[in-house]
């Protein structure tokens, strides 16, 4: 089955800019989606289609995605974007959404 | 406002069976593919199974396939998980969300808050 592998975590001073990658095989060709999920709170949609953002996302949140590696960036990080994210993609060969591994963002 | 309100989750032993239900409200349930996701305690996403409009075509994990089943019914704004022969893995929290694409590949943009399942002796 396809596998979405992310760094289990990454740390960023507030200000700063944090980049998030999700690594899977020719992933470019894939549509990816990405998930903020804080403590004991439901997962929301913060990036879908690879680069587009809902209603109510600030734009600090950007995505990007080619070759093997899809990257959810966050600029001037904020101590409220501490979070799991979580990146997504439909597997058409095995009809199932896979999540990825997620990762855990640490503000400074 | 979207709203999405799961129910039936607890504490069962190995081998029982649970069903959960999600309750939906805030836009018209019969035009969203649906599907269940699963968290099991401090561990990441897993997606289990989703549903089509008009439960035509559905799509499962494979840990789940022969033991689990998701159903709905439009005229009740409803989403169940049928969930039999269960193991101590699949204790999780059970999310109901809502597919959001016109197929079952788009994004889950709406998520209920989820319902804890516990498979233990």
């Known amino acids: 089955s396809y596998v979405l592998t992310q760094p289990p975590s990454v740390s960023v001073a507030p200000g700063k800019t944090a980049r998030i990658t999700c690594g899977g095989n020719n992933i470019g060709s894939k549509s990816v989606h990405w998930y903020q999920q804080k403590p004991g709170q439901a997962p929301v949609l913060v990036i879908y289609?690879?680069?587009d953002r809902p209603s109510g996302i600030p734009e600090r949140f950007s995505g990007s995605n080619s070759g093997n590696t899809a990257t959810l960036t966050i600029s001037r990080v904020e101590a409220g974007d501490e979070a799991d994210y979580y990146c997504q993609v439909w597997d058409s060969s095995s009809d199932l959404h896979v999540f990825g591994t997620g990762t855990k963002v640490t503000v400074l | 406002e979207v709203q999405l309100v799961e129910s039936g989750g607890g504490l069962v032993q190995p081998g029982g069976s649970l069903r959960l239900s999600c309750a939906a409200s805030g836009f018209t349930f019969s035009s969203y593919w649906m599907s269940w996701v699963r968290q099991a305690p401090g561990k990441g996403l897993e997606w289990v199974a989703n549903?089509?409009?008009?439960?035509?075509?559905?799509y499962y994990v494979d840990s789940v396939k022969g033991r689990f089943t998701i159903s709905r019914d439009n005229a009740k704004n409803s989403l169940y998980l049928q969930m039999n022969s269960l193991r101590a893995e699949d204790t999780a929290v059970y999310y109901c969300a809502r597919d959001s694409g016109p197929a079952a590949a788009g994004p889950i943009d709406y998520w209920g808050q989820g319902t804890l399942v516990t498979v233990s002796s």
């Open positions: 289609y690879d680069s």
């Open positions: 549903i089509k409009q008009d439960g035509s075509e559905k």
